[in-house]
């Protein structure tokens, strides 16, 4: 079992709302040193919002959150690893109506057993045009998890502990005639990249803050 309850979020919950949100920084300075730049070489982007819940559960041995694998189609986020969501419908709210909605329709998160933590620094994606809002939650049973047919391939679950401490991984990989630095999670032959890994970086930057403050 988890070596704390899930309660421990209730505990902390002004602590893991008050840290700073570092994502800017976090997201040029950890991971890719290049995105500002090619941000700024589309300037005149108009970027749709979305967003993504974050969900941490208690798991069969520990506090665990589940991403998604996307089906191989023909698109910029084919066959990724991603947290549940998607893009804001008109009746929709907030950033956090649209994650959970999403999560629900996606992988069956019941919204009303969800307790909202935060939400985090918006990721811009110029390659789909998003601009992704990360919701946090946690829940204090694990969700009876079903994919969503034609959109989610696999539902992946993964300790919560391997995502904010796992090593990052790098390799090269060329972008409109450049060469970029791509730092990423393995796990089980996929690799966690992109505008997860993003968010990935900055909750570990507020959990670390929180854990060394406790």
Not at 75 to 102: C, I, N, W, Y
Not at 183 to 207: C, S
Request: glycine share 6%; no cysteine.
């Amino acid at each position: 079992m988890p070596p704390e309850s899930i309660d421990f979020f209730a505990r902390h919950l002004q602590d893991l709302q008050q840290a700073p949100l570092p994502g800017l920084d976090v997201h040029t300075r950890v991971l890719f040193p290049y995105r500002q730049d090619l941000i700024n070489r589309y300037p005149d982007i108009r970027y749709r919002p979305a967003a993504v819940l974050v969900l941490v559960y208690p798991g069969a041995e520990e506090w665990e959150t589940v991403l998604i694998k996307r089906y191989v189609y023909d698109g910029v986020h084919s066959g990724q690893m991603a947290f549940p969501g998607g893009k804001t419908d008109p009746g929709d709210r907030d950033a956090v109506d649209t994650a959970l909605r999403e999560a629900h329709e996606e992988v069956n998160i019941r919204p009303e057993e969800v307790h909202m933590i935060r939400s985090l620094t918006p990721v811009k994606i110029p390659v789909s045009r998003f601009e992704v809002t990360p919701v946090w939650g946690y829940s204090h049973r694990r969700p009876d998890f079903r994919p969503q047919p034609g959109e989610v391939a696999q539902i992946v679950t993964i300790p919560w502990r391997y995502l904010m401490e796992a090593p990052w991984q790098m390799e090269e990989r060329l972008y409109e005639d450049r060469v970029y630095p791509v730092y990423y999670l393995p796990w089980k032959g996929e690799k966690i990249w992109g505008a997860t890994a993003m968010v990935i970086a900055e909750l570990r930057e507020i959990w670390e803050k929180v854990k060394k403050d406790r």
